[in-house]
């Protein structure tokens, strides 16, 4: 394996474990990042940690403090159950547009290629830190593909500003690496609504595309329950299921 590549490797298991961290409040909201101490936590070189924290400043997790280093950023489960809503809702319409336009052979080959590769990672009879690293970065082509085919720059910049939002962006909410029996066959049915999603998209069913990836973004909804019963965070899980239920409806 080239160096760049072990590189790219680690800092995306780098991302995930600091993912993880955040949503089970093992770091905490205001805390201050010291990379010396999440590299010997994370076992990881400083050189992975500093461009995970780069990664995670950009999906709006951390902030950049003014004498440099970073905090974890705080947050709370409405804000965020009210950006993956919204997230759906864009990556519904980028869906029924890019069915309703047709699917070229070059997309084509692209989702397949995310599709295969997704299936290859899930196959596995329980996913570590390195498979739902890799899963991640596999996700977020996937979607990507997907939007970039819709042609929309509006839409493209509306996400991208819901991006900012920890957890909103596609994969954001994941199932963050834990002991919980039912995290890998989570990742396993999102997998198969890949499969679904790109079927509804090769067939040129726009209502059927955009409905898909509505109820796609339904599993990081779930996550967000979940996870608001294992991590401190700034609101309770009474304040989040008003919005989790609408949400879902």
């Known amino acids: 394996m080239a160096k760049n590549q072990r590189l790219d490797t680690q800092t995306a298991r780098v991302v995930v474990g600091l993912r993880d961290m955040i949503m089970k409040g093992e770091l905490r909201a205001g805390e201050r990042l010291v990379e010396a101490v999440l590299s010997d936590r994370l076992q ?11 990664t995670l400043e950009q999906q709006g997790l951390v902030e950049r403090l003014r004498g440099g280093g970073y905090t974890v950023r705080s947050y709370t489960a409405r ?17 029924r547009l890019v069915a309703e336009k047709g699917v070229s052979r070059g997309l084509s080959n692209r989702l397949q290629a995310c599709l295969d590769e997704g299936d290859r990672i899930v196959a596995v009879g329980h996913l570590d830190m390195e498979d739902i690293a890799a899963y991640l970065a596999n996700n977020v082509r996937f979607h990507g593909l997907i939007v970039e085919a819709a042609d929309n720059q509006v839409l493209k910049q509306s996400l991208h500003f819901l991006d900012r939002i920890p957890f909103a962006a596609a994969g954001g909410m994941l199932p963050f690496h834990s002991t919980r029996d039912d995290c890998d066959e989570a990742m396993r049915f999102a997998q198969r609504q890949h499969h679904s999603l790109v079927e509804a998209l090769r067939n040129g069913q726009g209502a059927r595309a955009q409905a898909l990836a509505e109820e796609h973004r339904q599993i990081a909804l779930f996550n967000l329950q979940h996870a608001t019963q294992h991590a401190e965070i700034e609101v309770g899980i009474s304040d989040a299921l008003p919005v989790l239920r609408m949400a879902s409806l």
């Open 44 to 54: 990881a070189s400083r050189t992975p940690v500093r461009s995970a924290l780069l």
């Open 79 to 95: 804000e965020i159950a009210e950006a993956i809503s919204v997230h759906a809702c864009l990556e519904g319409m980028a869906a």
